[in-house]
């Protein structure tokens, strides 16, 4: 028996899994995103994070109702694009860091 490897690349770079340094779901009000995290310099200090926010095409992306039901069956979409920038010192303009904890507040961004 031969195991064959599937490995396939879209032209757009924002729907293939290398493109980004970390994939996750959030569970938002009208169900989970997945979300794409692409680090721009340094990982620890980084000048730019962009955050790429896809929903599913059709159906709900992950359906804990349906706990069978394959994850990936429906297409994604780009919902949304946030992009924070860091100065020299690891923070954006706001004040937080790449991890979102502002230290002058002691609080997360929200």
Known sequence: MD??????QLKNNLYNRSY????S?????DGFK???KKVYGDIQKPNKIETYYFRS???KLLDLDKPKKPIMKEALVLERVDVREFDK????KDGY???GWN???KTFRK
């Open 3 to 8: 195991i064959v490897k599937f490995d396939s």
């Open 20 to 23: 980004y340094n970390d994939l």
């Open 25 to 29: 779901y959030i569970k938002e009000k």
């Open 34 to 36: 997945l979300v794409g």
């Open 57 to 59: 095409a059709r159906e």
């Open 89 to 92: 010192y690891g923070y954006d």
């Open 97 to 99: 860091d790449k991890n």
């Open 103 to 105: 230290a002058k507040l």
